[in-house]
């Protein structure tokens, strides 16, 4: 109970930090955590989260990292690229825990990359003004990369 309150924590300063400093797309990476979250504790009460793999959690880690996919391919930024890989390791380690249903590591396993992804919403978060500023851009999260962030120049040749 304790461990869960301290995540909550967490998961509310990245909404503050995302709300506050981040971009458009740090606020629906703090949102899509917490939506995320809120699912899997109303589909999955704590007495039966632990028992072997549920199909609910599946489709709603599936569906989580389908966003952070989009939002990786829809942003500029890198930190959407390693939400989805922290995810990504989330599912596998549900795969494993389907292989080895009483061995508790594997789900503790998958619950530890959440804890990355929230802390990594809240370091870009709190980075975000100073990266714009030192890259000199303020465009719009969808449009396209500068020419310099194509050539990886900061001259753009």
């Not at 939506?35 to 199909?55: D, E, K, M, N, W």
């Not at 825990?97 to 594997?106: G, R, V």
Request: hydrophobic share 55%; with cysteine.
């Amino acid at each position: 109970m304790v461990i869960a309150l301290i995540f909550d924590t967490l998961l509310l300063i990245a909404l503050i930090a995302a709300i506050w400093r981040g971009g458009t797309i740090e606020r629906l990476g703090a949102a899509l955590c917490i939506l995320a979250t809120v699912l899997t504790v109303v589909s999955s009460p704590l007495r039966i989260r632990f028992q072997g793999v549920r199909l609910d959690l599946l489709t709603i880690d599936m569906a989580t990292l389908l966003a952070f996919v989009a939002l990786a391919r829809a942003s500029r930024r890198f930190w959407p690229i390693w939400a989805a890989g922290l995810q990504m390791l989330s599912i596998i380690c549900m795969t494993a825990e389907a292989l080895a249903p009483d061995n508790l590591a594997y789900a503790y396993a998958e619950q530890v990359w959440s804890w990355g992804i929230v802390v990594l919403i809240v370091v870009v978060s709190l980075r975000h003004d100073a990266t714009s500023k030192g890259r000199g851009s303020s465009r719009n999260w969808s449009e396209g990369p500068a020419e310099n962030e194509r050539t990886g120049s900061p001259t753009g040749s």
